[in-house]
């Protein structure tokens, strides 16, 4: 009996000596990297719509937590092979997964739609190649290496802080560039928008530009309206475009209402199609409602996803018949500072 118990002492404390090591070694193996989700300039305007750096290489067993960024939201997400990328970000995958979820491919992980300051960690505990995508846009991609511990990893943390760095420097150069071009020669909202009326002012809703990596894809937005501020005279008409291939914007007088992807117009109007498709309202007062729904540039065709019809609005237009002042915001990006006003002279 005491031989026994002596043994069985021994070997429990062999097994827990030999489980120690064993945990120890999968510690040291087990590696958190670092990474960012979106980032944006000190007034919100600029907002980079990127994994920062969007391709990692790490071993399986390791982990990435992911730091957001951006008052812009976005959410971490790895779909699985075959699943079809959802519609309604809101919901996750669906469902969301808490923070520190493991993802081998066989089930997807998603955090929910987050913003600055947040953050949300992934463990992948099996090697494979696997694609980090954003719910919330649609253009903004990524890739993940997960590689067998016993083979070298190309870079190290300081290295993807520096790609990171790099990424988002080319990204927010761009924005100056067309913010610069956008502001100061005026051109862009005439250039793009449809001269259907003589007496039509432009404003640009939004300026954009995607960038691509070997692993991926990403994009600079403007969040905001060129031009913000237009004075026209009453019976006049102005036009708004969105030149961001990513990101879309609504234009919106007075409530917001709770359905954002439509077109609403209380009380007293309605909002209209023009022959060419944009939506058109008139605003008779400055207490009406008047919201133009989803406006974006037109949405990519996909290999292998039959022809849709026109969508969503690219043009909204909104005729003025009565002078006053007329603020309006985008209902997405109100947070980030969109805003402009018309002031309509008699
Ligand atoms: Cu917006």
Request: net charge negative.
């Amino acid at each position: 009996m005491k031989v026994r118990k002596t043994f069985q002492t021994r070997f429990v404390l062999v097994a827990l000596l030999v489980a120690g090591l064993g945990f120890s070694n999968a510690v040291q193996a087990q590696q958190n990297w670092n990474a960012t989700v979106g980032a944006q300039s000190a007034n919100m305007s600029k907002q980079a719509v990127a994994f920062l750096p969007n391709e990692i290489w790490i071993h399986a067993g390791d982990s990435i937590t992911w730091t957001f960024a951006s008052g812009d939201i976005h959410s971490v997400t790895f779909l699985t092979v075959g699943q079809v990328y959802p519609f309604d970000f809101t919901q996750g995958c669906p469902p969301m997964t808490p923070s520190g979820s493991p993802f081998d491919g066989s089930s997807c992980v998603s955090s929910a739609p987050l913003t600055l300051g947040q953050t949300y960690q992934v463990i992948f505990p099996a090697a494979g190649n696997y694609e980090i995508v954003c719910l919330v846009h649609a253009q903004m991609f990524g890739t993940i290496h997960v590689l067998d511990p016993s083979l070298p990893l190309p870079y190290d943390q300081a290295s993807y802080d520096e790609q990171a760095k790099e990424q988002l420097k080319a990204l927010l150069e761009d924005a100056d560039l067309r913010q610069h071009h956008a502001e100061h020669q005026h051109s862009m909202a005439d250039m793009f928008s449809a001269k259907v009326s003589s007496s039509m002012k432009s404003v640009t809703a939004g300026v954009g530009e995607i960038a691509a990596t070997a692993g991926g894809q990403q994009s600079f937005s403007l969040v905001r309206f060129i031009n913000n501020t237009v004075t026209i005279h009453a019976g006049h008409t102005v036009e708004w475009t969105n030149l961001d291939p990513e990101i879309g914007h609504t234009i919106t007088f007075g409530t917001v209402p709770q359905d954002l992807i439509d077109p609403s117009c209380s009380p007293n109007c309605v909002v209209t199609t023009d022959p060419d498709g944009a939506l058109h309202a008139t605003i008779t007062s400055t207490q009406q409602n008047v919201h133009s729904g989803l406006i974006a540039a037109l949405l990519e065709d996909e290999p292998g996803v039959p022809q849709g019809p026109v969508y969503p609005p690219t043009r909204f237009r909104v005729t003025f018949t009565t002078p006053g002042t007329y603020p309006y915001v985008c209902a997405f990006h109100d947070n980030l500072g969109m805003d402009g006003q018309v002031i309509v002279l008699p």
